[in-house]
């Protein structure tokens, strides 16, 4: 019986003994590895969050420019384009005559500032309003910033207009840029001999439409050979009339304001028709396709003559304001490059 005490006391002194060992050391490269992998989850840890905090900036960012070009100015495509500061086109001409640069400097050796985009050439409502002497780039534009827009009859002034650039063509200007042609602004007794029609036609029904000749009919158009039949391809415009006042076009200053009002506009179709003369009116278009998009005001502030040779319109024009650097300001090579 003592040897069987003393043997379990033996046998639990052991156990004891063995539960008080201290455990085994990790070997080196055990505790190297597991250095590895933390400063590994760290680092990764470290690197999601830059990622995080610069996707975020770029969305800042995206959101600053987003933001700007909600806000910048209205764009008025006669003043920019077809007017020009008097002294200002004189130093062109000059400048064009001269010689060309040939210096490695690249302060000289730069590309002069397009017109369009130089503030000492183009012209704003402002210079018209301050009486800065302005010249004109040919009969269908006036200095006082409007445009004339004939009928398809008028002998002078063409029918056809790129509201984004502000441009007033006829048949043989039109039959080269036919992409760019926004509307067709015609007047004709065909319907009617006692009442004019007058309409504003997108190119799109002028030429699919087999009866839009009937738009044409006058002293220079009496069959159905009408230029826009023959085109290639033409712009998908659409046209309104509004409601808008001519104050209330002045009032349009900025890209939020145009395109508020160009969503309350209604019944937005291919053409627009008028039995009586459009003085005072204001016309809104869009175009939207996959190289071109414009968003116009027209307003016509005076309507002369009925549907004879001499008939047109006395209009400006507002469209969206295009900002390629997010500045705020429109770009006018923004509008050069649209077809």
Request: proline share 5%.
């Amino acid at each position: 019986m003592k040897h069987l005490i003393f043997s379990l006391t033996l046998l639990l002194a052991g156990s004891f003994a063995m539960a008080q060992e201290p455990p085994v050391k990790k070997s080196k490269v055990v505790k190297a590895t597991e250095k590895i992998n933390q400063q590994t989850q760290k680092a990764t840890e470290a690197s999601n969050e830059v990622v995080n905090q610069s996707q975020q900036a770029a969305n800042n960012v995206k959101q600053v420019v987003s933001n700007a070009k909600t806000v910048i100015s209205i764009f008025e495509p006669i003043l920019r384009f077809r007017l020009k500061k008097n002294r200002a086109a004189a130093d062109t001409d000059i400048a064009v005559q001269s010689d060309p640069v040939t210096t490695t400097d690249p302060a000289v050796a730069a590309p002069p500032t397009p017109p369009y985009d130089d503030p000492a050439v183009y012209v704003t409502q402002a210079d018209i309003t301050q009486g800065t002497p302005v010249v004109a780039e040919g009969p269908a534009y006036n200095t006082d910033g409007t445009a004339n827009l004939g009928s398809q009859n008028n002998k002078k002034f063409g029918c056809y207009i790129d509201v984004a650039q502000g441009s007033v063509m006829d048949e043989v200007d039109a039959a080269g840029n036919a992409r760019s042609i926004d509307l067709i602004f015609t007047a004709t007794n065909a319907f009617n001999e006692q009442v004019p029609m007058y309409a504003f036609l997108t190119p799109s029904y002028v030429k699919n439409d087999a009866a839009a000749y009937n738009f044409f009919k006058g002293t220079k158009y009496k069959d159905r050979n009408i230029p826009p039949a023959e085109w290639d391809e033409v712009n998908e415009s659409e046209v309104a009339m509004t409601s808008l006042t001519g104050q209330q076009f002045e009032k349009v200053q900025n890209n939020n304001q145009l395109m508020a009002v160009v969503k309350q506009v209604k019944g937005f179709g291919q053409k627009v028709e008028s039995r009586v003369k459009l003085d005072g009116k204001v016309i809104a278009v869009k175009t939207e396709m996959g190289d071109r998009t414009a968003y116009g005001l027209i307003y016509i502030m005076n309507h002369y003559g009925t549907t004879g040779d001499n008939g047109y319109l006395k209009i400006r024009i507002k469209v969206t304001g295009f900002d390629q650097n997010g500045d705020g300001i429109p770009d006018g090579a923004a509008y050069q490059n649209i077809p």
